[in-house]
């Protein structure tokens, strides 16, 4: 339902947008990985690359990071998996992510923001040391922690698109609602 919604969104600005200048509306692409359980619109087609993540406690976790980066800015999307957890979401993980993205800049907004009953997050804006808009989000389900973040020029419409439209799937490919 949501990644329709987003569609449909999508279409209707671009259309709007179209006839009053076409040439200064980027093309919208959604980009769905099941496998990882996310979709979102990136500006253009992502590149994947294995990262370690660090935890609170210090210990390294391999993570996978779908990124797209030009001069005008950077869009990324982290998966990181605690298959050995008891329980499907922690707080406290969410937490430490939320507090690292805090530590980049100047904090424009912050809120915990939760993307459906049992699932925490959090959502900031962060004006960055270079005069970027860092716009993030921080989610766990299902023992998968999600951090989005788009980094470009204050007001970037591309970047706000990017943070809105994270979709979450659960282990089946259906969107989590």
Excluded at 116 to 122: L, S, T, V
Excluded at 135 to 147: F, N, P, T, W
Aim: hydrophobic content about 40%.
């Amino acid at each position: 339902m949501r990644v329709a919604l987003l569609i449909a969104a999508a279409v209707v600005l671009n259309l709007g947008c179209a006839a009053v200048a076409q040439d200064e509306q980027p093309p919208t692409r959604l980009y769905m990985n099941k496998e990882h359980r996310f979709g979102v619109i990136f500006p253009a087609a992502p590149m994947t690359k294995e990262i370690m993540y660090t935890t609170r406690t210090g210990a390294s976790v391999p993570a996978r990071e779908f990124f797209h980066e030009t001069d005008k800015g950077r869009y990324a999307v982290t998966i990181i998996t605690f298959p050995q957890l008891r329980r499907t979401a922690d707080a406290g993980i969410v937490e430490h992510a939320a507090e690292n993205i805090r530590k980049r800049g100047d904090i424009l907004y912050q809120a915990r923001a939760t993307y459906d009953w049992g699932i925490p997050g959090r959502q900031l804006n962060i004006k960055e040391p270079n005069g970027r808009q860092l716009r993030a989000s921080v989610y766990m389900y299902d023992r998968h922690l999600v951090i989005t973040e788009a980094s470009a020029e204050m007001g970037n419409f591309e970047a706000l698109q990017f943070e809105q439209s994270i979709t979450l799937f659960d282990r089946n490919g259906v969107e989590v609602d």
